[in-house]
C-alpha cells in the first residue's frame, strides 16, 4: 500500500499552518500567530494537550465543550478499535443498524418524556431537523429565539442566531424572531400572532454563558402549550452533564417537546448530533411510507458514531461525570468568586457546573479607566482577549472568549478536572489580573499591539 500514516505525519511534521494558509482558510493562520496561539498540539490526554516542544497546556476549552470526557479516553479508543476489527456492514442505508438503536435506546433513557431520535452529523444539523419538525408538528412557520443565542451556522440554524456578525451577507433567511432573555410578555406577544411554531432556547446561552431568570422557562412552556407551541432545548453545549445534571433543561423543571444535542456526544472522536422528540412530533414527519426519508442524512447512525456514543455514556454513568461537573464547577466558581472582590475589572463570575463565564466591566480607577476605553474604542470585547493571551503564553492554559464583542472568558473543561486543575487555573488567573491592575506591563502592551492593528485594518 502507498498510504501510511505514520510515515505521512512524520514526513510532514510542522507544515501545519502553511498547509491551512495555501490551501484551508488563510485568516486562521494568521489570528493564531497573531495571539501567540500558533503551536502545534502532537497528542493529548484528559484535561491536558501537548505540543511538539513537549510542553503540556491544561485545556479549558475542551474543543468547544466537545471532549466532555477527556481526550483520547482509552474506553472510546478501545471501543472503536473493536467496532473496526468487527468489519460491521455499516450504512447499508436499506437496513436498521442495531448500534444505532441501542444507542437511541440508551439516550431516551437520559431523558424520560422523549421518545424518538433522529441522528445526524453535527449540532447544526440537529437544530435543523429540529426547527424543521417542528414546523412539520404545527403546521407553522415562525421560529421564536432569544438575541444573543447561538445554534449554529448552517442556512436555518442562521435564521435564529442571535449575532448579527453571522447573519450579515447570508440572507433572507427563514421566519425568526428574537426576544430578549427572561421577557415573557414578548413570547406571549408573538405566540399570540398565531403563527409560531416553536421557542428554541439555550438552558445557558453559550455566548456570553447567560442564565434564562429563574422559573421563566417553565412560564415560557405554560405560555406554548396555551397557544400549540412546542418548546426545543437546544442543548449542543449545555447537554451530556456539562451543567451538573444530563441535561441543562433538568434544572428548570420543564418538559421539552423537542431537544437537540452533540458536541460531548461522542467523546470528541466521531462528528455526531442527535434531535430528540416526543412521539407526536415524529409522527407528524414520518407520518406514512412514503414519507419513510422525507428526512435523512446519508451518515445518520453510522456504526463509528453510535459506537462512540455508547462508550461516551458509559463512562459518564461509570466516572460519575454529570457530579463531577457539579462538584467542580462549584468549586471553580466559588474559587473565582473569592479572589474577584480584589479586582475592579471583574464584573460578574457565573454559570452552572463547568460552563463558566467571567465578566469584565469599565473599571473605577483613572488609570485603569483609561486603558479599558482604549480598548473599548478600538473593538469591543478586546480586554478579555488580553486575558485569554497570558493565560495560554505565560501560564499554558487554553480558553476562549465567549463571543465576539463580548468581554467574557467562557471556560468549558472537560468534565473529568480535578481540583489539581481548578487550583492550576485559579493561580494563573489571579497572576494574570495582578498584571492587569497594574495598568501596565506585557498584558496593556499586548494591548496596544492589537489597538493599532484595529486601526490600520
Known amino acids: 500500500m502507498s498510504f501510511n500514516l505514520r510515515a505521512l505525519l512524520t514526513e510532514r511534521a510542522g507544515e501545519n499552518y502553511d498547509l491551512h494558509g495555501r490551501y484551508v482558510n488563510p485568516q486562521v493562520p494568521r489570528v493564531l500567530k497573531t495571539?501567540?496561539?500558533?503551536?502545534?498540539?502532537?497528542?493529548?490526554?484528559?484535561?491536558?494537550?501537548?505540543?511538539?516542544?513537549?510542553?503540556?497546556?491544561?485545556?479549558?476549552?475542551?474543543?468547544?465543550?466537545?471532549?466532555?470526557?477527556?481526550?483520547?479516553?482509552?474506553?472510546?479508543?478501545?471501543?472503536?478499535?473493536?467496532?473496526?476489527?468487527?468489519?460491521?456492514?455499516?450504512?447499508?442505508?436499506?437496513?436498521?443498524?442495531?448500534?444505532?438503536?441501542?444507542?437511541?435506546?440508551?439516550?431516551?433513557q437520559k431523558a424520560p418524556g422523549l421518545d424518538r431520535v433522529f441522528f445526524c452529523n453535527s449540532g447544526s444539523e440537529a437544530v435543523e431537523a429540529a426547527l424543521k419538525f417542528a414546523r412539520a408538528a404545527t403546521g407553522r412557520p415562525r421560529i421564536v429565539f432569544l438575541d444573543h443565542a447561538y445554534h449554529g451556522l448552517t442556512a436555518g440554524a442562521l435564521s435564529v442566531n442571535g449575532a448579527e456578525e453571522f447573519r450579515k451577507g447570508f440572507g433572507p433567511l427563514l421566519p425568526a424572531t428574537p426576544i430578549e432573555i427572561g421577557d415573557l410578555d414578548a413570547l406571549r406577544r408573538e405566540l399570540k400572532k398565531g403563527d409560531v411554531a416553536a421557542f428554541l432556547v439555550e438552558p445557558i446561552q453559550g455566548k456570553g454563558v447567560h442564565i434564562p431568570p429563574p422559573g421563566f422557562l417553565a412560564a415560557a412552556q405554560q405560555e406554548l402549550r396555551h397557544y400549540g407551541a412546542l418548546l426545543i432545548c437546544d442543548e449542543v453545549q449545555t447537554g451530556i452533564g456539562r451543567t451538573g445534571r444530563f441535561f441543562g433543561y433538568e434544572h428548570e423543571g420543564v418538559d421539552p417537546d423537542i431537544v437537540t444535542?452533540?458536541?460531548?456526544?461522542?467523546?470528541?472522536?466521531?462528528?455526531?448530533?442527535?434531535?430528540?422528540?416526543?412521539r407526536e412530533v415524529f409522527?407528524?414527519?414520518?407520518?406514512?411510507?412514503?414519507?419513510?426519508?422525507?428526512?435523512?442524512?446519508?451518515?445518520?447512525?453510522?456504526?463509528?458514531?453510535?459506537?462512540?456514543?455508547?462508550?461516551?455514556?458509559?463512562?459518564?454513568?461509570?466516572?460519575?461525570?454529570?457530579?463531577?461537573?457539579?462538584?467542580?464547577?462549584?468549586?471553580?466558581?466559588?474559587?473565582?468568586?473569592?479572589?474577584?472582590?480584589r479586582y475592579e475589572l471583574i464584573a460578574d463570575i457565573r454559570g452552572r457546573g463547568l460552563m463558566i463565564g467571567i465578566e469584565f466591566g469599565r473599571p473605577k480607577s483613572l488609570k485603569l479607566r483609561a486603558g479599558w476605553s482604549m480598548l473599548q474604542a478600538a473593538r469591543r470585547g478586546l480586554f478579555a482577549q488580553l486575558v485569554v493571551v497570558p493565560l495560554f503564553t505565560r501560564h499554558r492554559i487554553l480558553t476562549q472568549v465567549a463571543g465576539d464583542h463580548i468581554d467574557v472568558v467562557k471556560l468549558l473543561p472537560p468534565l473529568v478536572i480535578s481540583e489539581t486543575e481548578v487550583k492550576m487555573f485559579v493561580d494563573a488567573f489571579v497572576d494574570v489580573m495582578d498584571d492587569a491592575h497594574t495598568g501596565s506591563g506585557l498584558l496593556w502592551d499586548f494591548g496596544r499591539t492589537l489597538v493599532g492593528q484595529a486601526i490600520r485594518r
Open 283 to 341: 409522527d407528524k414527519v414520518f407520518s406514512s411510507m412514503d414519507r419513510v426519508f422525507v428526512h435523512a442524512s446519508t451518515f445518520m447512525g453510522n456504526a463509528m458514531a453510535m459506537t462512540a456514543g455508547l462508550a461516551t455514556l458509559a463512562i459518564v454513568e461509570d466516572e460519575g461525570l454529570v457530579a463531577n461537573a457539579e462538584r467542580m464547577g462549584h468549586l471553580l466558581v466559588e474559587s473565582l468568586r473569592a479572589v474577584a472582590s
Open 35 to 108: 495571539l501567540g496561539f500558533d503551536r502545534i498540539y502532537q497528542r493529548a490526554e484528559g484535561c491536558y494537550l501537548y505540543d511538539d516542544a513537549g510542553n503540556r497546556y491544561l485545556d479549558m476549552l475542551a474543543g468547544f465543550g466537545v471532549h466532555g470526557v477527556g481526550r483520547n479516553h482509552p474506553v472510546v479508543r478501545q471501543a472503536l478499535h473493536d467496532l473496526l476489527d468487527a468489519e460491521l456492514a455499516d450504512m447499508v442505508q436499506f437496513d436498521a443498524p442495531l448500534l444505532a438503536g441501542l444507542f437511541a435506546e440508551r439516550l431516551l
Open 261 to 278: 444535542v452533540a458536541k460531548a456526544l461522542s467523546g470528541g472522536f466521531v462528528p455526531i448530533g442527535a434531535t430528540l422528540a416526543k
